[in-house]
Structures are given as C-alpha cells and as structure tokens.
C-alpha cells in the first residue's frame, strides 16, 4: 500500500469514528449509552422510573427515553426496535408480540401483533403425502414464517406515547449502522447457529463470518439499518409495502416461502381485553387468547391460592407438589381448548370458573404423583428464544411486553437486502393432532392452521396492582414454560415473600402434561428431588427455564430485576 492509499484510508476511518462518536452521543448524552462500552446490572431501586430486559443497551435506551420526557410507552417502542438489533435470536421487527399496560389514567390496554398464518396457508401444509409432519418445514427456512407482526404493534402502541417515532426508532438505527459491542453469550451463540444460517440463507448474512465470533467483537448490521429508516421515513408502510415488502416477498420466491403483498399490507395489530383475576388480595392483569398465557397463569394461580399446601412455603414437597399438579392440568386444557378467538370459540369463562378449577383439583392426592395419562383436558363442551421487557414510569404507566422470533433467531432466514431474521411462528400452530411441535406442545383443532389465523402463544406479559395501585410488571420468554415462569415467580413473590431478585432466580420446575414429567433447572435441591421421586415424579434435568424480567413497585421506590441465567439487564433514574 502506498502513502497515498494509506493516508486516504486514515481519513475514511476517522470520519467513520467520528461520526460513530458522534451517533453514540446520541443515543445517551455521552457515556450513558456506550455501544462499545457497557455492563449488566441485575437487581436495583430508582425513583422515577425502570426498565428490565434482555440486553444492557436496550434497558439504557429505555430508561434514557424516559429521561428524555418520554413515558413508559415510548420506551417500549424503542426497546423493541433497539432489541431487534442487539438481541438478534429473539428482538424482532420479522416476527410477532403482545403488549399490556395499565396507563396513569388507569385505563387499560391489551395489544396483540401475532403474527397470522399466510393467505396461501393450508391446514395439512406440513404434511407429505403419507401424511407425516415434516417439522423441518415448520421450524426452519422461509415456509416456517408467519406474517409479522412488530411494527404494526408499535404504531399500534405509539399513540399511547408522547414522543415523535423518529425519535424512538433512531437508537436502534445508530447501533445497527454503526455497530455494538457483542458479550461473550452473543459470540457463542451466533457460533453455535453458522450452520443453520449458511443452510437457510443465499446471501451473505451479518450474522456469519469467516473466523469464530468473539466477545468483543462488534456487529455492523448496516441493511438493516437501511430497513428501519425506511420505517422511520413511511411509518409502518415502510415495512409493510414499498421496497422493505418486495425484499421480504423476493426472499419467499427465492424458496417455499408464501407470504405475499397482499398478506403484508393487509396484516392488523389488535386490540384485546386482558384476562384480569384476583389473587391473595392482588388483582392480576394478563394475556387472552390467541394467547394462552393469561388463562394457563389464571388457573395455575387459581388451583392453588386457598390450599393448605401453598401455605407449607417455598421448596416445601407440599407446596412443589400442588403447583405441579395445578401446571399438569392447566397445560392439559391448552392443547385441547385454546386457539385464536377470531376462529375457535374458546371456553375462557368456563376455564376460569372456581367450580370448574375445583372439579379440576377434585382428583389431586397429596404425596402421591397424578398420572398425564389419567388427566385429560377438562370435560367443556399452547431453543425457547422469545424475549421480555418490563417498564414503568413515574407517571404511573406500567408496560409489559413480550416478543418472539418462536425459536432462536427464528426461521435462521434474513430477508435479503432487508438486513432481518424472519420468524417460524408457523410452528405454533398444531401442524397434525397430537404431534409435539418445537416445544413438545400437542393440539388439536382449535390450534389447526388456517389463512388470516394467529397460532396459539404461550406468552404471558402480566401487570399487577394492589388496591388499584400499580404492584408488579413481569414477563418471560421459555416457550411453552412461560407461563409456569411467571406463575412461580408470583407465588415466589406473593406467597413466599420473597424480594424479586431471588424470585425470579431460584431454581424452577415445569410440567406441561405431556410428556409426564417435571423437567427442573440445576441447582434444585437434592432433599426436594427425593421426596419428588418418592410421590412418583419422574424427574428431568434441563439447562434454564425462562429469563424473567419483574419490577416491584414499593410505596417510595421502584425495585426492578433481571434474570441472572442471561445478558439480562435493568436500567432506570
Ligand atoms: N413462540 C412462543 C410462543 O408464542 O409461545
């Protein structure tokens, strides 16, 4: 290289620095938001206002939103879209969400931005000829997608907020032009997934290079910078028509992808009413179908609240049992009752009915393991990378939010030229009765597939209050254990009085039915795994279960958490 080249070299590089540096002022007046530079934070109180969820520099967009006058709403947006670009295996604007919030006002909102089954859909369309599912087909690759949901959610939310979307959509377009410092997780699970990112895209993606990804290394993700300034420019019409909507339908032809301009300009976010129940003197806000979080948690909650057992206290065989049997039976409703509302008539009032949940327990004996082959859904005529956010503001705005891809970086295809990761959401629905999907869920016919349809979620984004204060926000990804996730840290917190940071991070157990067993994270204790076994459980080992973000709102304080199993972060002021 000559003096000239290498002089003219310096001066690219130090524009680029330059105006990295200047970029990264933006994103939190100096050394608030450092994309190079950052630090978890797992547990903390603030005054004013918090933010808890997957990655630091999304948590400090937040809580840098909300110091800027923006209120909880605001933050939400521009966490969803900054997790889009720092959290690629599950931030999303190619996949789906539902947020719930109880404004300062006290009104309520409930949005749902599933994604929908494409118009081309079919019921049997997993099945070969012989009438096999083909998993690979719903898990993986441009068929597995479902129409996205994100950036119809987000202009669904932005009324509720106070600042201009260009600002809240400006974070996420900096750290994806001009990069972010990636953790030692991020690098081995980008490593971990080269195979499948190679095998399910033709072009050169941001996620693939030639060496090993290291911690330290930093992400450029500049096509999808490109994509959120066409949002940022044409609202969600730069998602939804124009040049992003051609990039996503060239990608479907270049395969067996079916999602089409009509799907994408026709796709709604819509308005729900959250499933509200009261527990031990807290009035409890969640999810309605097409998710089946909200219902799952309230009859958890419900076969539970006025036991002798819950009352023997944390870890007690007594207590674990009973939660096990009331998650055994309230998963055996989901594969058989639950589905999107639009086109199943799902018996919610008679889910939620004290008679009903008490038939439902009538058969539980204490000390003694029920079996999943006896226990079926009550007689009446829903890799686990989804990813949560839990804020409130000093106004008194609470927000939940949880989102998904469904599986680590969803379908593992990028649209092309568009710079972002589409979802496999398709694999929610019941792709034939009774076969397990990625999850080991089963269903039926009220989770069948079917075009304009949203498949069945396990996401539970929940808000608490207490004589009609707000109390708690909390959520989680885990797939189908999110509900059991939340379920336990409530308990953890309302029954066993525990401070959040241990409520969401003690050891956990899940049973979903079927298969019969209860799967427990390590580090459950030995005493406990006996006795278990003793009342005939059959006990399964697993890595993790769920990463849950929860804020407790004490009379001068906000307490907030983040899980310790992640990247997880809090941030506030
Ligand atoms: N894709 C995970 C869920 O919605 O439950």
């Not at 938001?33 to 903390?44: I, L, R």
């Not at 290291?214 to 969600?236: S, V």
């Not at 003694?368 to 839990?390: P, Q, R, Y």
């Not at 459950?524 to 849950?548: C, D, H, V, W």
């Amino acid at each position: 290289m000559n003096k000239i080249s290498i002089l003219l070299l310096c001066c690219i590089l130090s524009v680029f620095v330059l105006n990295a540096q200047s970029k990264t002022k933006w994103l939190g007046a100096g050394k608030a938001v450092d994309p190079y530079n950052y630090t978890q934070v797992k547990h903390e109180f603030y005054n004013n206002a918090a933010v808890s969820c997957a990655h630091p520099l999304a948590s400090l967009i937040g809580a840098q939103i909300m110091k800027q006058g923006g209120n909880a709403f605001d933050a939400g947006i521009a966490v969803q879209l900054a997790l889009a670009v720092v959290y690629p295996a599950a931030g999303n604007i190619g996949g789906g969400g539902f947020l719930i919030a109880k404004k300062a006002n006290n009104s309520f909102l409930a949005i749902d931005y599933r994604e929908v089954a494409p118009g081309n859909s079919s019921k049997n369309m997993y099945l070969d000829k012989e009438g096999n599912a083909q998993l690979e087909l719903s898990q993986n690759g441009r068929l597995a997608s479902g129409v996205p949901g994100t950036i119809a959610g987000l202009f669904a939310t932005l009324p509720s907020a106070k600042l201009d979307f260009k600002l809240l959509i400006q974070p996420a377009i900096d750290l994806a032009a001009f990069g972010y410092v990636i953790t030692e997780r991020e690098a081995s699970s980008l490593n971990a997934n080269q195979k499948s990112f190679l095998k399910y895209n033709n072009t050169k993606i941001a996620f693939v290079k030639d060496q090993i990804w290291k911690a330290g290394d930093t992400l450029f993700q500049p096509e999808l910078a490109n994509t959120l300034i066409r949002i940022q420019q044409n609202g969600a019409k730069g998602f939804y028509e124009g040049e992003t909507a051609k990039l996503i339908v060239n990608e479907m032809n270049k395969g067996n992808g079916i999602i089409s301009l009509t799907d994408l300009k026709n796709y709604k976010a819509k308005f729900r009413k959250p499933l509200s129940f009261k527990y031990n003197g807290y009035s409890i806000y969640g999810f309605p179908p097409p998710s089946s979080g909200g219902i799952i948690l309230l009859q958890m909650m419900k076969m539970v609240e006025k036991t002798s057992q819950i009352q023997k206290g944390f870890q007690t065989p007594e207590a674990t049992q009973i939660m096990i049997e009331a998650e055994r039976r309230a998963y055996a409703d989901r594969a058989e009752h639950l589905g999107d509302p639009d086109f199943w008539k799902v018996p919610i009032k008679t889910m939620s009915s004290d008679t009903y949940l008490a038939k439902r327990m009538s058969d539980f004996i204490p000390g003694k393991a029920s079996k999943s082959a006896e226990i079926k859904a009550g007689d009446i005529k829903e890799s686990e990378e989804t990813t949560h956010i839990s804020i409130y503001d000093k106004q008194g705005n609470m927000v939940s939010i949880t989102t998904t891809l469904n599986g680590g970086y969803g379908s593992k295809t990028v649209v092309a030229g568009a710079g972002f990761l589409l979802n496999n959401e398709m694999d929610d629905f019941s792709v034939k009765p009774g076969v397990a999907n990625m999850f080991g869920a089963v269903g039926g016919e009220a989770n069948a597939i079917q075009p304009g349809k949203r498949m069945l979620s396990s996401m539970c984004p929940v808000i608490v209050t207490k004589n009609g204060k707000p109390a708690i926000v909390v959520g989680t990804p885990g797939g189908t254990t999110i509900p059991t996730s939340v379920y336990q840290a409530l308990v953890n917190s309302i029954n066993f009085g525990m401070n959040i940071d241990d409520a969401i991070n003690k050891p956990k157990f899940h049973h979903q039915h079927l298969p019969d067993e209860v799967f427990i994270e390590p580090n459950f204790p030995a005493e406990l795994k006996n006795s278990l076994q003793t009342m005939g459980y059959k006990l399964t080992n697993r890595a993790s279960i769920g990463k849950t973000e929860m804020i407790f709102i004490h009379k001068n304080k906000i307490e907030v958490a983040a899980d310790r199993r992640g990247d997880d972060s809090v941030a506030g002021f």
